[in-house]
Each structure stands twice: as C-alpha cells, then as structure tokens.
C-alpha cells in the first residue's frame, strides 16, 4: 500500500501533466475539427478538386504533431505502449509527408469502389481525411 507521501507525490505528478495533455487534445481536436469541416465545406461548395489545398497547412501541423504522442508515450505521461504508438503515427506521417507531400498528384486521384445509386463510393483524399478526423 502506498505511503501518503507517495500519493502526494504521485497526486503532484498527475496534476503537473494533465494541463499540458488536455492543451495537447484540446490544439489537436480543434486542428482536426477544422480539418474535417474544411473538406466538407469545399466539397460540398466546390467538388473534391482542391480539397487538399484547402486543408494542406492544418493537416500538416495536425499530422505532425502527432509524433509527440510517441515522446508522450516514450517519457511514461501516457500508458501506451512505445513501439505501437511509434509504429501508428509512422503510418500516417509516411502517408502524409512520404506520399502525398512527396507526389502530390496523388491528392487528385482516387480508386473507384462502386455505385450506390447516383453516387460512387471512392477511396481518395476526401476519404482520407475525413478518416483521420
């Protein structure tokens, strides 16, 4: 069973880091919010043409800032397990900056699943990015 001092100390340590992790959810569910209501604004007023564009600066620092989950993870302020959470946002970093960045024509295309009445259902940027919002 824990000391007092210990449940103070421990107590002091959860208070100390849950204000930085609240402003991180808080930066990043704003960031991600904006994200998802740009794609759907330009797609609904303009088509998916320049959705990509549109979204481009915020993706970016929401995207990357996803790598301090790993240090979050890595320096014990969170319980994930490092290599899982390394392994995550390497996935979507390496989509972002290693394809889309990287040949950005790819933001244009997008493979043509199948027809539901008037409406083909795609796997492209808007798919994308609505998934990661």
């Not at 704003?30 to 481009?56: D, F, P, Q």
């Amino acid at each position: 069973m824990p000391t007092l001092a210990a449940s103070d100390q421990l107590l002091t340590q959860k208070r100390t880091k849950n204000p930085y992790l609240f402003i991180y959810n808080a930066v990043l569910l704003v960031c991600w919010t904006a994200v998802l209501a740009l794609t759907w604004r330009e797609v609904l007023a303009n088509g998916k043409a320049n959705v990509y564009t549109v979204t481009e600066s915020t993706l970016k620092i929401a995207q990357t800032a996803a790598l301090l989950e790993v240090v979050h993870s890595a320096v014990g302020l969170v319980r994930s397990p490092v290599m899982i959470t390394a392994t995550q946002v390497a996935s979507r970093i390496w989509i972002l900056w290693g394809v889309v960045v990287a040949v950005p024509s790819v933001t244009q295309q997008s493979v043509h699943l199948f027809r539901v009445g008037e409406y083909d259902v795609e796997i492209g940027v808007v798919s994308l990015l609505t998934a990661w919002a």
